[in-house]
T-cell receptor, first 110, second 113 residues
Framework: TQLLEQSPQFLSIQEGENLTVYCNSS?????LQWYRQEPGEGPVLLVT?????EVKKLKRLTFQFGDARKDSSLHITAAQPGDTGLYLCAGLYVNNQFYFGTGTSLTVIP | NAGVTQTPKFQVLKTGQSMTLQCAQDMNHNSMYWYRQDPGMGLRLIYYSASEGTTDKGEVPNGYNVSRLNKREFSLRLESAAPSQTSVYFCASRPGAGRKPQHFGDGTRLSIL
């Protein structure tokens, strides 16, 4: 069983569309990170959210941490082909280890 | 900057063979990690080392052993490879405990026939 579930698992959209990726758990995390991974490479950190209800923006990407610190979302506005990749959430659990979500594979079609 | 370096990048083994995956970081990080990545399952922690001289089991340690050789190097050993261990293996490091992010290598793609 996964501590963090992501949805959707796969997403294929046209350039210019908006999308939201969800990361859900029944457990509380002290912080949550979002990573992006390209084929043949390791994950690269996008953002860390710490406080319940926190919203962070990174250009066209908006990240939100749930009020109860059990869930998070990533919203991309006007998606571009360069956004294509695997998006992973990772929560810092009470045992001080990171648990990764199941991943969302995004394809943006020009 | 090298960051986290993993060797080899690709490997094919036969069932029952053994091998060691190497990982080295040049960022003076205290903590190092080994993950495996399988389709639809994200990354799962195999073993980690919070500091030089210590190692602990993660979510999926069975069939693996690790060695924290020094502060820079953390190796993962498969003593008797099984087809279920076919996966992409990632090494990561971070400065220490808390919210600081992990830095990942580019992975080792391992196939066991």
């Amino acid at each position: 069983t996964q501590l963090l579930e992501q949805s959707p698992q796969f997403l294929s959209i046209q350039e210019g569309e908006n999308l939201t990726v969800y990361c859900n758990s029944s457990s509380v995390f002290s912080s949550l990170q979002w990573y992006r991974q390209e084929p043949g490479e390791g994950p690269v950190l996008l953002v860390t959210v710490v406080t319940g209800g926190e919203v962070k923006k990174l250009k066209r990407l908006t990240f939100q941490f749930g009020d109860a610190r059990k869930d998070s979302s990533l919203h991309i506005t006007a998606a571009q082909p360069g956004d294509t990749g695997l998006y992973l959430c990772a929560g810092l659990y009470v045992n001080n280890q990171f648990y990764f979500g199941t991943g969302t594979s995004l394809t943006v079609i020009p | 900057n090298a960051g986290v370096t993993q060797t080899p990048k690709f490997q094919v083994l036969k069932t029952g063979q053994s091998m060691t995956l190497q990982c080295a970081q040049d960022m003076n990080h205290n903590s190092m990690y080994w993950y495996r990545q399988d389709p639809g399952m994200g990354l799962r922690l195999i073993y980690y080392s919070a500091s030089e001289g210590t190692t602990d089991k993660g979510e999926v340690p069975n069939g693996y052993n690790v060695s924290r050789l020094n502060k820079r190097e953390f190796s993962l050993r498969l003593e008797s490879a099984a087809p279920s261990q076919t996966s992409v293996y990632f090494c990561a490091s971070r400065p220490g405990a808390g919210r600081k992010p992990q830095h990942f290598g580019d992975g080792t793609r391992l196939s066991i026939l």
